[in-house]
């Protein structure tokens, strides 16, 4: 409510995801008089009941005279909270790949996808590599999320300004190894006799590298790294 308290009753329709919507948030944005579209979960207080099994295609409606609750059955369940929106549906302008007859989405997901279709894929392209792991520290979470928009920033503004098109994963393994050669840390010394026989590329940086397999090998190209045999 901090956030939308200047755009409040100038008849702007925030789009988020799920992890904000409520019924009891949506009445107090309509009693400011402001609509909102949003995805929403089942569990949430004072959502309706809706039918736990559905067929594919299937759409079922729940209102109360301000605001419309929408259960769709695509690929996976799809439940939409809306105060902006008609029970309707609408068509898509694509075929349906079962029944070949073009495809029919409720009237609020069409504009949901519109609306949100940008921070969706950024959900989705940052869920596939990111970095951040279970932690009881809450800022660590949001340090790597961060960490994790910044280098899918980056990722944007390279194929924006540059030729050359590379897949995100190979981007953000690109970025690594260049800030690690521009960055390294000095090797801690453990103690002990010093290895002997160490070849000078010991010393540097080392990363895997695809080997192409060999008629004598077949398809095993598993070696040993030189690196490791020869240092703790």
């Known amino acids: 409510m901090t956030l939308l308290a200047p755009q409040l009753g100038k008849g702007h329709v925030p789009y988020v995801d799920n992890w904000y919507s409520s019924p009891m948030l949506f ?12 995805t929403v979960r089942l569990n949430r207080r004072g959502m309706p009941t809706f039918p736990k099994k559905m067929k594919r295609g299937e759409v079922t409606f729940r ?13 996976r369940d799809v439940n939409f909270l809306t105060t902006v929106h008609p029970s309707a549906m609408a068509q898509s302008g694509r ?10 989405k409720p009237a609020c997901d069409l504009d949901y996808n519109k609306k ?14 990111d970095c951040a792991r279970k932690s009881t520290k809450w800022y660590k979470k949001l340090f790597f999320h961060l960490l994790d928009t910044a280098v899918l920033n980056a990722y944007t503004v390279h194929r924006k300004l540059s030729e050359e098109r590379m897949l995100y994963k190979d981007f953000r393994l690109k970025l690594v190894k260049e800030l690690i050669q521009e ?3 000095p090797r801690r010394s453990t103690g002990g006799r010093p290895c002997v026989n160490t070849p000078l590329r010991l ?6 590298c695809f080997l192409p397999p060999t008629e004598a090998q ?3 190209t598993r070696r040993h790294c030189r690196v490791c045999l020869y240092t703790t």
Do not use: Y
């Not at 010393?203 to 895997?208: D, I, K, M, N, S």
């Open 95 to 104: 075929l349906d790949h079962f029944t070949g007859e073009p495809k029919v």
């Open 183 to 185: 960055h390294p840390l």
């Open 218 to 220: 077949g398809q095993s």
């Open 63 to 75: 209102e109360n005279g301000t605001q419309l609750a929408v259960k769709w059955q695509d690929k």
């Open 116 to 129: 949100m279709g940008a921070v969706d894929r950024v959900d989705m392209i940052t869920s596939f590599v």
């Open 27 to 38: 009445q107090h944005l309509l009693h400011q008089g402001t609509g909102a579209c949003r």
């Open 203 to 208: 010393t540097g940086r080392h990363f895997p």
